[in-house]
């Protein structure tokens, strides 16, 4: 069976001095997918995706996106980037935001698509500063997804936003994987799990399971993915 | 009003001070460090200025005068013809020069002498000593009557008409503008990261050196509307003379515009707050304002501080700045030419150096 993978990541290991971040993890991501990366807090899911956008360099193994060898430059504009906090320039307008980072990318003609996709094309006008926090993360987004990227990276997009919005923006996620786009979504909020397609779970850099949603219940034994994820962790601590 | 909660406050603070081992040594290391500069500065064994000494005197009492002139301890003369003193006043080799006129002995006679004293000028602080030196010389014909004592003094550059404000305004007008253009580059750059922007931008297909380069003309955008603003306000409010052209003027700000957002980016690596980016104000620009030659010629410094002084790049766009304004130096001026060549040498080492150490410290 021969399949299109958007991200591949053989073995790949990566160390802040003495602190190994991730630890031979291998992950492989298809084309309109919606990948799950799952652990708790500092368990590599950022520094993950940090390697999958080229930003850090794997001490060993490979990170291939969209056919090319990470680091790539050239890659980079299909690449869309949601980073942990909402990073974006306070003092100016959403639409200013968002036109920025569709400028530097090339893809100015998204702008207006992009904002009515997180609907905030009534609020264009407002500067970023006196945004509540779910508008600034629906800005974040709409800035990551501007230019069409065929890979959206989405580290803890929902952290810290009302479950309304959550529902929401995995609303505007299914959309773009229905659209075609490749997307991988860090976590550590068990019920958003089960809107992925896959998922991966990562705990101490190492990557415990690896399956759909149900296959990681039937791998943990549980019908509760918290606790199957539980288990999992468990079983590879002792 | 409650001890206990003032004394939380006052604790918090410390405690926060104890692991902020930079600004510490910054607090207790510069003022040290700046008032030492200062001190050697002004009573270090400082360096005589070069003066030149013609002197033409027929009769013996020229001799006299020019034999106490040699011995001062205020300058440091060497025998010239006055028809080469403009000539080296131009080239900057002495910063003065004396001639005793051929009747020198015959006025001495009369009661009435009038040596002629020739200032460069440009450089405040400079003309002192030698008039000084001069003074005292007359000691030396002291025992001959009551002399009066009228050097006929003349400034290559400047001159009496020029005042404080005219020799610093040159400097200042350059400096203001370097100065807040490098404080407000560093804490923006230092935004860009702490906000997480930055890791969006190096996400992205942007290059580093596309980075730096818009960063250094919207910066550079802003500073010229400043420089203009500053040039405005400095020649026609103010009223410093200017011989100058304006647009030299404003060329020369261009380039220290360039250093300054670059040296804004370069230094933003080393801090990780704004309150250690304001730190490098003590460290980066008191010192260069101290021995850019703003407040004492670098000639009349002691010689160790004269090297650092002549690694600075503020002491090359303080010495452009009065060469056109001062002077009215143009494109043609060997002197220019190299203070131009400095500070735009300065400016594409720190874009280099911003660029190659932008992808440090992202996270």
Redesign the interface.
């Known amino acids: 069976m021969s399949e299109s993978f958007a991200v591949e990541i053989d073995g790949v290991s990566k160390s802040f001095g003495a602190f190994k971040a991730l630890n031979g993890v291998s992950v492989r991501v298809r084309q309109g997918e919606i990948y799950g990366l799952l652990g708790p807090n500092g368990a590599g899911k950022t520094t993950l995706i940090r390697l999958v956008?080229?930003?850090l360099e794997a001490h060993a193994g490979a990170v291939t996106v969209l056919g090319q060898r990470m680091p790539n430059?050239?890659v980079?504009?299909h690449?869309g980037?949601m980073?942990?906090?909402?990073?974006?320039?306070?003092a100016i307008s959403v639409e200013e935001n968002v036109r920025f980072?569709a400028a530097?990318?090339?893809a100015e003609e998204g702008v207006k698509e992009a904002l009515e996709l997180v609907q905030l094309w009534e609020r264009r006008g407002s500067v970023v500063a006196t945004l509540s926090g779910g508008m600034r993360q629906r800005c974040s987004l709409a800035?990551a997804l501007v230019h069409r990227p065929e890979l959206l990276l989405l580290d803890e997009p929902t952290v810290g936003i009302d479950p309304q919005l959550r529902v929401q923006f995995w609303e505007y996620f299914r959309r773009l994987a229905a659209g075609g786009t490749t997307l991988i979504v860090s976590s550590h909020v068990m019920d958003e799990a089960d809107r992925c397609q896959r998922l991966g779970l990562i705990q101490y850099g190492r990557l415990l399971a690896e399956g759909t949603p149900a296959e990681i219940r039937a791998q943990g034994g549980s019908q509760n993915l918290e606790a199957a994820f539980l288990a999992l962790a468990g079983r590879t601590e002792s | 009003m409650s001890a206990h909660r003032v004394r939380a406050i006052t604790r918090r603070l410390l405690q926060g001070f104890r692991r902020d081992r930079r600004t510490l040594a910054l607090l207790f290391v510069a003022p040290i460090v700046i008032l030492s500069l200062l001190g050697y500065l002004i009573r270090g064994s400082s360096t005589a200025p070069e003066v030149g000494l013609a002197n033409e005197d027929s009769g013996p009492i020229g001799g006299l005068v020019a034999d106490s002139l040699h011995q001062s301890s205020h300058i440091k003369t060497t025998d010239i013809s006055a028809a080469d003193g403009d000539a080296k006043l131009k080239d900057g080799s002495i910063v003065a020069y004396i001639v005793l006129p051929a009747d020198f002995t015959q006025q001495v006679g009369q009661g009435n002498i009038a040596p002629e004293v020739h200032l460069e000028g440009s450089q405040p602080g400079e003309d002192a000593p030698v008039l000084q030196a001069l003074q005292q010389s007359m000691i030396s014909i002291a025992g001959r009557g009551n002399i009066h004592f009228a050097p006929k003094v003349d400034y290559l550059y400047g001159g009496p008409e020029y005042d404080t404000l005219d020799y610093f305004g040159a400097a200042f007008v350059g400096l203001i503008v370097f100065f807040l253009v490098f404080v407000i580059t560093i804490v923006s750059f230092l935004n860009e990261r702490s906000?997480?922007?930055l890791?969006?931008?190096?996400?992205?297909?942007?290059?580093r050196g596309e980075i730096v380069l818009g960063y250094m003309l919207g910066f550079t955008v802003i500073a010229l509307v400043q420089a203009v603003e500053v040039l405005v306000f400095a020649l026609a409010v103010l009223r410093i003379q200017n011989h100058g052209n304006v647009f030299l003027i404003f060329g020369m700000e261009a380039l220290m515009v360039i250093a300054a957002v670059n040296l804004g980016i370069f230094l933003s690596m080393f801090a990780r707050s704004e309150f250690q980016a304001v730190q490098f104000i003590p460290l980066v620009i008191v010192p260069q304002f101290l021995l850019s030659g703003i407040l004492f010629p670098v000639s009349s410094e002691p010689q160790a501080l004269q090297y650092v002084s002549n690694v600075l790049p503020l002491t090359y766009a303080v010495n452009g700045m009065r060469d056109i304004m001062v002077k009215g130096a143009d494109l043609t001026w060997p002197s220019l030419q190299l203070d131009l060549a400095v500070v735009a040498a300065f400016g594409i080492l720190l874009i280099a150096a911003g660029t190659a150490t932008l992808r440090r410290r992202?996270g």
């Open positions: 956008c080229g930003l430059v050239g980079l504009r690449i980037y980073t942990q906090q909402a990073a974006l320039y306070p980072f530097i990318n090339g800035c | 906000q997480g922007t890791e969006r931008l190096m996400a992205s297909p942007l290059r992202l």
